[in-house]
């Protein structure tokens, strides 16, 4: 049994999502994959591509794992652990999600189950890699013994697993994998959209980040916590969602470059970052800006999302960076036949 789900690229409101100002991410064509066969040994054995095996428990352990994580998020709760010893052994996130599903299913401990998870979304990203393997390793699983697992449990069941990592409940992510297509949050509010983005757009990797995701936000709130910029990026995000239902990409590729110019102004966009943006607009009238928390330090910003007419690669060779084309995901996690 095969599964695939993607991972997600965030189109605006990267650092505004934070005072409150909506963001908008979409799924695209960037997957995660898990295939799922039976041995006879009553345990699961779980591989990733390019580490080997990640994880292997009997069956018989498989609840007591599952309770043993529960316990430690709770003492994580009560300030009695770091949220790294949560999950202190590889494939834990795995066997966790799986153990639900055996534990709320009541699915056989008669034979046992071979794992294989493979994924192509960058980790550290920004693309929901975590979300996106756990996701596809719950619908290969569940596909597996014929169990229907509608996509509001699966949004659960994955939100719920998400939460042991990042110390909180996680939504845009175990969202945008589970449904595809375009997301919108605002006030930790999530819906949903019909209407697709034309991805006539790249995806650029200038490369890792000197800093992490949470220094850039720290250094954002420092310098415009109290400003009011954050009602400018408001006002471009539904710009962006306009453009995308009126299928406008004259105006959507403006309100892009907009969008950049106030990540420049908050300070995240790197100089190498600024003249490779500036570049694509001269030689290809194209639009481009970070994906990502961007970088406050150093000349690596993560990836760039590029809106062009023309295939952008002659310059990304130029600078050294690495592109793809994106296309939109409209599914979201599910089976492959």
Known sequence: MRSVAPGKIIISGEHSV????????VAVNIHANAVVERIDEPGIHLHLDNYGKLASLPLSELERVRLTIDEAYQHYL???????KVLPHAGELYLYAIASLYNSYSLPFDHGLDISLKSAIPVRSGMGSSAATVASVLVAVAGYFG??????????FTSHTERLQHGCTSTIDPMVTVHGGLVRVENSQLSLSSELPELNWYLVNTGEPEVSTGQCVAEVRRRFG????????AAIIQGLEQAFVCRDTRALREYVKRNHQLLVDIGVVPDTVQRFISDLKSRYGAAGKISGAGAVHGEKAGFVLVQSDEPVES????YGFSVARLQADPLGARLCH
């Open 18 to 25: 934070v005072y409150g100002s909506p963001a908008l991410a």
């Open 226 to 233: 109290t400003s009011t910029i954050w009602n400018e990026f």
């Open 147 to 156: 169990v229907q697992v509608d996509k509001e449990s699966l949004f659960r």
């Open 315 to 318: 310059l990304c060779d130029e």
């Open 78 to 84: 009560l300030g009695r652990c770091a949220v790294d």
